[in-house]
């Protein structure tokens, strides 16, 4: 993996991106997958990041009358689903098309996981019961499904590869690179020894495009028909396919 210090690979994707029109104006009618790259693409995927149960809140219980102080819910009927999981062991990690179905949530493109939240008795039954999805990060083993998917699909000719501007990692002035050249095979690791997810990748044909951008719990990936069918085929990654006309944001209504 390379430094590249000429930004003019990524012109492209800055240029050809929708503008992102700010909330607080009249007219806001949401972030769109355009807002993150060019609608140049035939068809479209949005990967849902990883949710794993876990069991803190259940193994280590509050007393009942410290619960009557806290005033904590029981968080039904989330609670009783993690304690079947694990009675049946079925791992840690849940789909969203499960808990989709267990909170009756439509599993559609526009889904993200306010709609869960909104559903569940109490906001912390979430973080009790639930750890993810990480916004703007794929798991390792959600990184190399993809990676390998890519090759299969698209071929592995040497990519870009480039960090977000936020100033968490603010290569602005710091001498830090924003922008890699080297190989899908290079990526998942790169991204460990760093602790950080490209924002964007992409080769040099411009035929596909990944954008996991810092603030969504949620990959979007353009390319062509091939790519995306794979991608929603693929038994690690949880897929759905989208448009550049679906919102990306939490006040997306549900359907």
């Not at 930004?7 to 991106?17: K, L, M, Q, V």
């Not at 808990?99 to 939240?117: C, D, G, K, M, S």
């Not at 710091?174 to 080297?182: H, I, V, W």
């Not at 062509?224 to 794979?230: G, I, M």
């Amino acid at each position: 993996m390379q430094p590249e210090h000429d930004e003019i690979a990524f012109d492209w994707i800055r240029s050809g991106r929708t503008e992102l029109e700010k909330s607080k104006t009249l007219d806001w009618a949401g972030n769109l997958v355009s807002h993150l790259m060019p609608p140049v693409f035939e068809t479209y995927a949005k990967v849902l990041h990883r949710i794993d149960v876990h069991y803190d809140f259940i193994d280590k219980p509050l007393s009942a009358p410290e619960n009557a102080i806290l005033r904590v819910p029981s968080c039904e009927p989330l609670k009783s689903f993690v304690e079947g999981r694990r009675a049946e062991s079925r791992g840690a990690r849940v789909r969203w098309n499960e808990l989709a179905e267990l909170l009756n949530v439509p599993f559609a493109p526009t889904i993200n996981h306010a709609w869960y939240r909104n559903k569940l008795q109490d906001p912390w039954c979430w973080p009790r019961l639930l750890r993810g999805p990480d916004d703007g990060y794929l798991s390792e083993e959600e990184c190399q499904a993809l990676v390998l998917t890519l090759k299969s699909a698209a071929g592995s000719e040497d990519c870009f590869f480039r960090f977000s501007d936020i100033p968490f990692y603010a290569p602005v002035n710091s001498g830090k690179a924003q922008l890699f050249r080297g190989t899908l095979d290079a990526v998942c690791e790169f991204q460990k020894e760093r602790r950080l997810c490209f924002e964007y990748w992409w080769p040099s044909d411009q035929s596909w495009c990944v954008c996991s951008d810092y603030d969504l719990p949620f990959t979007i990936i353009g390319g062509r028909p091939n790519l995306v069918s794979a991608l929603l085929l693929n038994k690690v990654l949880e897929c759905v396919q989208v448009t550049p006309q679906t919102r990306i944001d939490v006040f997306a209504p549900m359907p």
